[in-house]
């Protein structure tokens, strides 16, 4: 896999929103899910009690890893604010200034979908991330 899609999808990862208050009726997205995006790219996203999101990207053996805190609006869109960022093995950058990102986030049993993914300037990112996730296994 290139670097070139490691930055693109850090870029994805680490990107922060302004945070938005939960919304008391939206369900709040529970459990860790993996997607297999292609040309050797895997998601995991994990969501942890307090609104807490661990969101990786895994290349061969590169990974970048944002921990994030997230509000879930009435219409169940995510907003996400990246707390800390970690990397393992060669990732070749992250980008100095990340744009605004948000998603919906429908789970459905031991699957889910992610959907409305809109971020400036890294569209691309969206077939990366966009598509059908799976429970993962414990």
Known sequence: ????NVGL???VVLAAVSSAADSKDAP????AWTRDA?????ITLEFKADKQLT???KVGDAAVTAECKYAVEAD???KVTVTS???EGTVSSLPPALPE??????????????????IADLEAAKKFLEGDYKAKEK
């Open 55 to 57: 969101a990786t990207a």
């Open 76 to 78: 169940g869109l995510l």
């Open 85 to 87: 960022v970690s990397t």
């Open 28 to 31: 709040k997205p529970t459990g």
């Open 101 to 118: 990102f948000e998603f919906k986030f429908k789970i459905d049993g031991k699957t889910a979908a992610l959907a409305d993914f809109k």
């Open 38 to 42: 292609g040309n050797e790219v895997t």
């Open 1 to 4: 896999m290139s670097r070139l």
């Open 9 to 11: 999808f850090a870029a």
